[in-house]
C-alpha cells in the first residue's frame, strides 16, 4: 500500500520523463499514412453520442485537472483537443492521459535531455518523417497530433500490446518502469466510467 502511494506522489511532481524515442526507417507506405494523418485541419470536438455524456466526461476530467490548468476555459480546451486527437488516432483518451501525466507532467513546454519536446515529448526526427518543416512540438494540437499518431503506429506494430508500444514510444523496449508507469497512470488517475 505505501509503494502504491510513493509511485503516485512520484507521478504528481515528476519531471519529464521521456527516454530517448528510437528512429526506425519507415517505409514508404507508412510514411506516408503517417504524413496523411498528421495533415487534418478539422477543429476539435468531442466524439459522444449526446451533449450530455461530452459535458460529464469534460466535467470529470476538468476537476482533475484544476490544479495543473486553474484557468477553465483553457483547461477544457486543452481536453477537447487531448480527446478530440486521441479519439481520432483509436486510442483511449484517458490512456492518452496518462501519458501525458509520466511524459511531462502536463508542462506544454517540457523539454527532455533527449530533446523530446512538449506534452507528449515527441523527438524532433518526427517533423521530417512524417510532418512539415514548420511544424511546432510545442504547439497543444500539433504536439498531441504527433503523439497520438506516433503512439498509434507502436500499438499497431506491436499489435494492440500497449506494454510493448509504450516500451517503444518512450525509447525504452523491454524495461517495465515506463510503460508500468504510464499504465497505472491511467487506470488510477484516468480511468472513467460514464455514470
Not at 504528481?12 to 530517448?20: F, K, L, M, S, T
Not at 455524456?53 to 486543452?78: H, I, T, V, Y
Request: glycine share 6%; hydrophobic share 45%; net charge positive.
Amino acid at each position: 500500500m505505501w509503494r502504491l502511494i510513493a509511485i503516485l506522489l512520484a507521478l504528481c511532481v515528476a519531471p519529464a520523463h521521456a527516454g530517448n524515442q528510437k528512429y526506425e526507417p519507415l517505409s514508404a507506405s507508412v510514411r506516408a499514412a503517417l504524413h496523411s494523418a498528421i495533415s487534418d485541419q478539422t477543429v476539435p470536438f468531442l466524439a459522444f453520442d449526446t451533449v450530455g455524456e461530452a459535458r460529464a466526461w469534460l466535467n470529470a476530467m476538468s476537476g482533475k485537472l484544476e490544479r495543473r490548468f486553474p484557468d477553465r476555459r483553457q483547461r477544457e480546451e486543452f481536453l477537447v483537443t487531448v480527446h478530440y486527437e486521441a479519439k481520432r488516432a483509436a486510442l483511449d483518451p484517458q490512456m492518452v492521459l496518462g501519458l501525458i501525466q509520466v511524459e511531462s507532467a502536463f508542462r506544454k513546454h517540457a523539454l527532455s535531455t533527449a530533446g523530446a519536446r512538449g506534452l507528449m515529448q515527441v523527438m524532433p526526427f518526427w517533423i521530417k518523417e512524417i510532418g512539415q518543416p514548420q511544424d511546432n512540438l510545442f504547439h497543444l494540437r500539433t504536439n498531441l497530433r504527433y503523439g497520438c499518431v506516433i503512439f498509434k503506429h507502436y500499438l499497431d506494430l506491436e499489435r494492440g500490446d500497449y506494454f510493448r508500444a509504450l516500451g517503444r514510444y518512450n525509447g525504452s523496449l523491454g524495461q517495465a518502469e515506463y510503460p508500468n508507469l504510464v499504465l497505472l497512470a491511467w487506470k488510477t488517475n484516468w480511468e472513467y466510467i460514464p455514470g
